[in-house]
């Protein structure tokens, strides 16, 4: 699926500050952060509709999301955990209870 | 709030054999039902999509069976090919309530299909 791209595709972090990008083409309205721990399923992590923010799940305060506009979505992670060791996959909807589809992840690895 | 259960979690079949995956999920507001694959170190391909409306969906080798008063939902791959082997994944969501807009994944099952 080229048309929801993330960056970068694999980050390895220290205890650093790091952000990660995602960018729709589909024209959707609606953009979300999962996370996949390894061999578990996706997990909603945000959900943003119109650039409002209309879903936060149980999210630990070093995940901020921001939606700049209505195709881009960032996540910034800060002073990162082992535990976040995963892979963040960007998603988008056409009006945020459509089906989603997903972008191909970011892999982080948290030393 | 909705929890899947998926069955089971890992599959192997010959290859031209059907291979059947099962989901059951808890609440009765669920109304959209979609099935993903998963290759290694990729992202999740959208395979179908259903509403509740309908019980039975039909594409490309793929059949999508909707008990809802069951509250089931299963995956007939049929005549399976090496290809198809992956982590498939269910996921429902709700169109009113406390799940509107959240999709909850089954766990996954993981399909082999060898030669």
């Known amino acids: 699926n080229t048309k929801i791209t993330q960056s970068p595709r694999y980050l390895i972090l220290g205890r650093a500050n790091k952000s990660l990008e995602c960018e729709q083409h589909l024209g959707h309205n609606a953009m979300y952060w999962y996370k996949q721990s390894a061999e578990k399923p996706p997990e909603l992590m945000f959900l943003?509709?119109?650039?409002?923010?209309?879903r936060n799940e149980t999210v630990p305060s070093r995940f901020i999301p921001e939606c700049p506009d209505s195709s881009k979505l960032l996540l910034h992670i800060s002073a990162v955990d082992p535990e976040d060791s995963a892979v963040y996959f960007c998603?988008?909807?056409?009006?945020?209870?459509?089906?989603?589809?997903f972008g191909h992840g970011t892999k982080l690895s948290v030393l | 709030g909705e929890q899947v259960e998926q069955r089971p979690p890992h599959l192997s079949v010959p290859e031209g054999d059907s291979a059947v995956i099962i989901c059951t999920y808890t609440d009765s507001a669920t109304a959209y039902f979609y099935w993903y694959k998963q290759e290694p170190g990729a992202g999740l391909q959208l395979l179908m999509s259903v509403f509740s409306n309908v019980d039975r969906k039909e594409e490309q080798g793929l059949t999508v069976l909707l008990n809802k008063k069951d509250k089931q939902l299963s995956l007939n791959l049929t005549a399976a090919h090496p290809g198809d082997s992956a982590v498939y994944f269910c996921?429902?969501?709700?169109?009113?309530?406390?799940?509107?807009?959240?999709?909850?994944f089954g766990h996954g099952t993981i399909l082999r299909v060898h030669p």
């Open positions: 998603a988008s909807s056409r009006t945020g209870n459509e089906r989603l589809f």
């Open positions: 996921a429902v969501s709700a169109n009113t309530g406390a799940n509107t807009g959240k999709l909850t």
């Open positions: 943003y509709n119109l650039k409002q923010l209309i």
